[in-house]
């Protein structure tokens, strides 16, 4: 049975070769149709204000989101989104993907109320896991 | 008459002459006795009253008895007043005449008659003597003394009797009491002026003393009295200030016209503080000197009291400090430059726990990069190209690289959190018992080497160490011990442990390859290694010797190339 694909996933990744291989593994693992990037948290927090106060096509499903990045960081989108008044926040999935993290800033992540995390790099199981674990549905075996 | 022959005319003549002048005299007697300037003496005789005058006296003698001072009467022998002069009247307050004439004892009051008799009673036999009160007309009651002796008038005895007033006397005695009185103050005031001139030659003597004491000591020395005012500064001081004793205004020969003016308004709170509480006094300060340099000196002052505990003076030196104070500012200075380098030092190793931390982590993206980009590759490449040489070789090796890559930056994150982990609580670990787990990991290396391994820790104590930490050195010390085996011989490692001080010591001896002395210095370094026939990191002895001196141990190395190589680490207990 082929994949329910997600109605649009986004990106964040200062790095545009990690950006270019997670890009590369979604399309080839055809989880959608719909791949946004941004290269920093607020490039990302403009996107989704833009495309997320109505329930658009545009609007992210999942989106995968780098901790250090100039201009905005994960943590600091994490709070601007927070105080974002939109509609359906439920249905929009965040995850944070790190490198080995510094002690202070796993608890950091733990107490945060997102999706989880997942150590880079990106590979085929840890996504058919969060497919699994918030949508429900899985990659075809 | 008749029958007696009449005298010769002159006789009678001379006779005549003779009464005549005696009726004169009679004449004179009654007009003095009318004018009450003479007294008569009335007598009562058997047959009625006489007259007496004070015949034979002469007018002084009268004028003596009339005008003195003293009460003066005559008695009769049945103690009727014949005669009293007009003073004793004037005690009694009564006119003469209701004195004259009157029984005495009228004016002795009834307690004392009995007494008055008894005196009367000694007079006539010859003299006595007394005092008794007497009452006046007003009824009060006076002091007089008497005294009494029999005189004799035409043959008649009266007793005289001086009446003198006592009230004056009385008088006198109170004031002599109240001269006493001032006297036994004046004694006691002369007696307090003494023992203070006592006193105060003493504390004179005391201060010559202290003085004389002073002026032979190395130290400045000065004595002033209880106000703070200054009474002797020895020698040393004028030689100090170079100025000689009495030279020059009194106020340039003061310290405190000297004290450095950063040190002057806490030395001389604490020298008031001194003088008011009377504790001794102590104080660093500088003080110039002739050539007008400040030096620092340690001044201190006793007060030195008498025995009821009051000051009597404040003995005072200062000590030229200068030298030791300026060297205690060079050791400060030294022990402030060490902790700023010390500081430095701590700021530079977190600068580097956390680069390698930054460089472990930032490392990680690109290598995980090039990872996916070769596994993107290799399904991109035709799978004959792939198995094709040398694509197939070089894809291994690239493949290689970035395992090595990654592995070297596993173990910069592990030592990272080593660094991080430094004042890791510590707990009393079973020593034998880490030993006996570490010796369960590596039974399987123990079998394919047929190592003898010995172990003696029955003798140590629990080491406080954190116990992930002790079985990794334990087991890194182990571990190396079978790895760096020699060959052709049985490795036999000996494992002791013993207490040493108030710490433990852990050996760890094997029969290896041991290390040349060059290598032995950088055997706990960070990547090194000695042997490349051994698969190592490189950073087994690193993490160890860290692990260890985090703890407040040592861990140290005894080697010989060809023998063998004893570790010794020292737990902190």
């Known amino acids: 049975m082929p994949l329910q694909k997600l109605t649009c996933v986004l990106l964040v990744d200062d790095d545009q070769t990690t950006n270019y291989l997670n890009q590369l593994l979604i399309n080839r693992l055809e989880i959608t149709d719909k791949l946004l990037i941004a290269l920093n948290g607020q490039e990302a927090l403009d996107l989704v204000q833009a495309h997320c106060h109505e329930a658009t096509p545009d609007c992210p499903a999942l989106i995968l989101l780098d901790v250090k990045m100039p201009v905005m960081d994960g943590f600091q989108f994490l709070e601007a989104y927070d105080k974002l008044p939109l509609p359906e926040k439920a249905a929009i999935i965040i995850v944070m993907l790190t490198t080995s993290l510094h002690p202070q ?3 950091r ?12 790099p990106l590979t085929k199981e840890k996504l058919n896991d969060v497919l699994k674990n918030h949508f429900n549905r899985h990659l075809p075996e | ?19 005549r002048h005696q009726l004169e005299e009679a004449h ?94 000694k007079g006539w036999e010859s003299k006595s003597k007394g005092e008794l009160p007497l009452q006046t007309r007003g009824g009060a009651l006076v002091p007089f003394s008497v005294s009494m002796n029999v005189l004799s008038f035409n043959e008649t005895a009266t007793l005289a009797v001086i009446v003198t007033d006592l009230s004056a006397q009385r008088e006198i005695t109170a004031i002599r009491a109240q001269v006493e009185e ?46 703070g005012a200054n009474t002797y500064r020895n ?55 002739a050539d007008g340099d400040y030096r620092w000196m340690l001044g201190r002052a006793q007060p030195s009291r008498n025995a009821q505990g009051e000051v009597l003076q404040w003995i005072g030196t200062y000590t030229d400090i200068h030298e030791h104070k300026l060297a205690l500012e060079r050791i400060d200075q030294g022990q402030r430059e060490l902790l700023n380098y010390n500081e430095q030092l701590t700021r530079v190793n977190v600068d580097l726990d956390n680069f390698i931390y930054t460089a472990s982590h930032d490392l990680k993206a690109p290598i995980s990069n090039i990872e996916g980009l070769l596994d993107a590759l290799l399904t991109e490449l035709p799978a004959e190209t792939v198995a094709r040489e040398p694509v197939q070789p070089i894809l291994h090796l690239m493949q290689d690289s970035v395992n090595r890559f990654k592995r070297t930056i596993e173990l910069l994150t592990d030592v990272s ?26 039974e399987p290396l123990l079998q394919s080497t047929g190592a003898q391994l010995e172990v003696d820790v029955a003798a140590a104590p629990a080491v406080m160490f954190s116990e992930k930490n002790l079985r990794s050195v334990v087991f890194n010390l182990l571990s190396n011990a079978l790895k760096y085996r020699a060959p052709g011989r049985q490795p036999q490692v000996h494992l002791r442990a013993r207490p040493e001080g108030a710490g433990v010591v852990l050996e760890v001896q094997d029969n290896g390859l041991g290390l040349d002395a060059a290598s032995e210095q950088k055997l706990f370094g960070m990547f090194q290694r000695f042997h490349d026939h051994v698969e190592g990191s490189g950073i087994g002895l690193y993490m160890v010797k860290k692990m260890v001196e985090n703890a407040g141990g040592r861990i140290s190395v005894s080697t ?8 010794s680490v020292l737990f902190n207990r």
């Not at chain 2, 004793?245 to 503080?273: F, K, M, V, Y």
């Not at chain 2, 609580?425 to 787990?437: H, I, K, M, N, Y």
């Open chain 2, 235 to 289: 020698r040393r001081w004028y030689d100090y200030i170079g100025v000689a004793p009495g030279e020059g205004p009194s106020i340039g020969r003061a310290w405190r016209e000297r004290l450095h003016p950063d040190d002057a308004p806490a030395t001389l709170a604490r020298w008031n503080e001194s003088l008011r509480t009377g504790a001794p006094f102590e104080v660093e300060c500088r003080i110039r000197n």
């Open chain 2, 182 to 227: 001032q006297n036994a103050l004046l004694d006691r005031k002369n007696e307090e002026l003494k023992r203070e001139e006592t006193a105060r030659l003493a504390g004179e003597r005391a201060a010559a003393e202290a003085s004389r004491l002073l002026e032979g000591i190395s130290q400045i020395a000065w004595t002033v009295d209880p106000s």
């Open chain 2, 560 to 567: 010989n190339l060809g023998i063998g190589t004893t570790f």
């Open chain 1, 109 to 120: 992540v733990r107490r945060l109320n997102i999706g989880g995390f997942l150590n880079k």
């Open chain 2, 1 to 19: 008459m008749s029958s007696t022959p009449l005298p010769p005319a002159a006789e009678l003549a001379r006779a005549n002459e003779e009464l």
């Open chain 2, 28 to 121: 004179d007697l009654i007009h003095a006795i009318r004018t009450g300037a003479v007294d008569a003496l009335a007598v009562q005789g058997t047959e009625g009253p006489r007259i007496f005058t004070l015949q034979g006296a002469d007018q002084g003698y009268r004028t003596l008895i009339e005008q003195m001072n003293e009460g003066a009467l005559l008695l009769s022998d049945d103690g009727t007043v014949l005669y009293c002069n007009a003073c004793l009247a004037g005690l009694l307050q009564c006119d003469l005449s209701e004195v004259m004439g009157r029984a005495f004892a009228d004016f002795v009051p009834p307690a004392f008659r009995d007494y008055w008799a008894g005196l009367l009673l």
């Open chain 1, 105 to 107: 800033d796993v608890d």
């Open chain 2, 417 to 442: 959190k080593l660094q991080k982990e430094h004042g890791l609580p510590t707990e009393p670990v079973d020593l034998a018992a880490v030993v006996r787990d570490v010796r369960l990991d590596l």
